[in-house]
Every structure is written in structure tokens, then in C-alpha cells.
């Protein structure tokens, strides 16, 4: 499974006239029934929320506050994650007649046509703040804050990667998460500067494109789309000018060749690619070919050999990747630790879709011409 995360923006994508009904929380309860997690990303502030939707419930985690502020609706506690808003700004917008305004835990919030009015006032009292825009919405939030940031941090708790989260919403202020998603989507009446930029654009608005996405997760996630340009291709070189690169996603890749014919020089370079790219990666070096491999923890040496819960505990960091070096590990030895290990990583794969990439140096070494692996492990 490709896609662990359905995550989605409330106003105009799963509510119209912010409400949720009945069809659409039967698609998104239909979707959790496979295992997946749904992520609510929205501008609104949690009170706000709260009170016009009766189903957050259905949601792991709630990022509102256009990034500010993250919600855990089992058991109702929240984190803020952005500083409260100046007393001072407040203050002195109501002096200036902004009506209506709204503060939350780091929000302050208004609409058209007092955009000037608060940008003067965010330069006449020197604050360090900036303003998001939501069909007619003013939002102020501390600098850097934003929906991506909100659910990079909600990831981070449910320990999963952004190359694992199809994103869907309809407005300016979902621009930044969307494209931190490893596949963007826009419902049929979202603003046209929004469905420019995404990979699929529904063919129905509001809540019912969000279930026509929810459906195709549910029936082959997604696959119908496997031809589509990928953004995140893996490139590695170029032949006749043009790039040659692998589907992030997918597929299998076995380099062979005589000594001194470039493998290890492909070999790393596809590597670097899948790291640049933000897939995780567990590279498996039994001759300690990688040990200066930036961007990787190498665990084992010559005098010690790698032990698998190391291994584990290191890749339930989303961000980290793993170089596991049999140096230290006896050549008889090397077969069966590599069953275990690949077991053990298809396990954590199907919890939480990485690591995204295993990659075999020397694969001999770990699959000899008499490997018999135990029945139904390669998937």
C-alpha cells in the first residue's frame, strides 16, 4: 500500500457550507476500514470546528489553525505549535475598526476588506507576522506557520512520511500542503490556481470528490494513476540528453556488470536520488562500501555486527536512514540475519509504508545461489 494517509482540508473540500454529510462520512469511514489514517487540515480555529462538525471523530489528528495548533480527538488533547498572537496587534486592529476578528491559540482572523489594514498595522508596530489569504479569509500567523508545517507535525506524531500521504483541498491556503504531499489533489470547485498545480483534479466537487478519491484508495490505491508523470522521479543520469530515472514507487531494479563497469557509480547515485527525494532508504553493505554515506546512520562495523532491533528502532524515525554494514557479521551468518531483517522491515512496511526503498550491495552475500527463503516472505 502506497497511500497510508488521506489528508484533507475542511471548508470547500470535504463541507460545503461547512457541513459534512452523510455520504461523505460513510466514504471516509469506508477508507479507515483498510487500515488507513485521515489527517483534517484546516484554517479554522478548534472551537469554530467543534461546533459545526460532529464527526472529528473520524480523524486521527485534527491540524487547524492553518498550522497552528494540532488536535488529537481521542482523547481531546491539544498542542500548540505556534507563539499566541500579540496583545498589542489585537488590540490595536480593534481600534482600527477590523470587524469581525477572531483570535485563537496563535490565530488572529478577519475578512475582506480589511487585508490593508491589517498588513499596516502588522508594519506600523514592527511584528513579524504573516497573512494568509482563504477565499476572502484574512489569516495572521507567526512567520513560517502554515498547513504544511501543521502536518509535518502530525506525521511526525503517527511516525509516517509525507511520500505516503495523498492530499486534497481547494484553496490558496492549501497550497503548501499539497505540494508536501506525495500525491496532490483538487475537488472539481477548487480555485483554478489550485487545480494548476495538483497531480488530479475530482470529477465531482466538495465532499463527494473527496469520497471519489476515498473509493479509488479502496479499490487499487490508486494504480489507475501509475502512468502519470511522477514529480519525484528518481533520477540518475542522462542518455542522449534526456534524464533516465526510476518510478519512486513500484518497482525492482537489479544492476549487474563486469568488475570496474560502473555499478557501485550508478548504485550510489540512485541512492542519492531516493534521499534527496525524501524516501527513506535501509541499505544493506556487506563489504562496508557505504560507511561514508552522507544522509545515512551506518549500524555495524568489522568488530561488531548489526543487530536488528537497532535497525528497527533507528527506522521508526521518519527522517533517518539506515546503512547496515555486514563487516562484522560471518559470511554463513549473512543469509539468515538478512531473513530476519527483511522480514522484519516488510513488517514495519506494512504499518507505516517505509522504509520506501531497501537496497542490496553484493546481493550474493545475502542471497547465494542455494537461499531458500522461507515460504510467502518476497512479497
Not at 472551537?47 to 486521527?60: A, E, I, K, N, S
Not at 486592529?93 to 491559540?105: F, I
Not at 507535525?153 to 509525507?162: F, G, M, T, V, Y
Not at 555486527?305 to 562484522?328: R, Y
Amino acid at each position: 500500500m502506497r497511500y497510508h494517509v488521506l489528508a484533507t482540508d475542511y471548508d470547500g473540500t470535504i463541507a460545503k457550507d461547512g457541513t459534512l454529510d452523510a455520504r461523505t462520512v460513510d466514504a471516509l469511514r469506508k477508507l479507515l476500514g483498510t487500515g488507513r489514517k485521515l489527517v483534517l487540515v484546516t484554517g479554522r480555529e478548534l472551537t469554530d470546528l467543534q461546533r459545526v462538525c460532529p464527526h472529528l471523530d473520524l480523524f486521527q489528528l485534527v491540524v487547524a489553525e492553518n498550522g497552528a495548533l494540532l488536535y488529537r480527538p481521542a482523547d481531546k488533547t491539544q498542542t500548540v505549535l505556534a507563539d499566541p498572537p500579540p496583545p498589542a496587534f489585537v488590540a490595536e486592529l480593534e481600534r482600527r475598526g477590523v470587524a469581525p476578528l477572531t483570535t485563537g491559540a496563535s490565530i488572529v482572523a478577519t475578512w475582506e476588506p480589511h487585508s490593508q489594514t491589517v498588513l499596516d498595522t502588522i508594519r506600523d508596530l514592527g511584528l513579524e507576522l504573516q497573512v494568509i489569504f482563504n477565499k476572502g479569509a484574512v489569516m495572521v500567523l507567526p512567520a513560517g506557520v502554515n498547513k504544511a508545517t501543521g502536518l509535518t507535525e502530525a506525521l511526525r506524531e503517527l511516525r509516517l512520511s509525507p511520500r505516503n500521504v495523498l492530499g486534497v483541498g481547494d484553496a490558496e491556503n492549501d497550497h503548501s500542503f499539497l505540494k508536501l504531499c506525495e500525491l496532490s489533489a483538487a475537488v472539481a470547485n477548487a480555485l483554478p490556481a489550485i487545480k494548476e498545480t495538483v497531480d488530479i483534479v475530482t470529477q465531482a466537487d466538495h465532499g463527494a470528490g473527496v469520497a471519489e478519491l476515498a473509493a479509488g484508495l479502496i479499490e487499487n490505491d490508486l494504480a489507475r494513476l501509475s502512468e502519470r508523470p511522477e514529480r519525484r522521479s528518481l533520477e540518475f543520469g542522462t542518455s542522449d540528453g534526456r534524464p533516465v530515472a526510476l518510478r519512486p514507487f513500484g518497482g525492482c531494479v537489479l544492476i549487474c556488470g563486469p568488475s570496474a563497469s560502473g555499478k557501485s557509480t550508478i548504485a550510489k547515485r540512485i541512492v542519492e536520488s531516493i534521499r534527496n527525494c525524501g524516501y527513506q532508504f535501509c541499505l544493506v553493505d556487506p563489504e562496508g562500501d557505504y560507511e561514508a554515506l552522507s544522509g545515512a546512520v551506518v549500524i555495524g562495523k568489522p568488530d561488531a555486527a548489526p543487530k536488528l532491533d537497532e535497525v528497527e528502532q533507528l527506522l521508526e524515525d521518519v527522517g533517518v536512514n539506515s546503512v547496515v554494514s555486514l563487516t562484522g557479521t560471518p559470511l554463513s551468518d549473512r543469509p539468515p540475519f538478512f531473513i530476519e531483517l527483511l522480514s522484519n522491515l516488510l513488517q514495519m512496511r506494512s504499518r507505516y509504508g517505509r522504509p520506501h526503498w531497501l537496497v542490496i550491495d553484493e546481493v550474493h552475500h545475502v542471497m547465494p545461489a542455494d537461499w531458500q527463503p522461507p515460504n510467502g516472505l518476497l512479497p
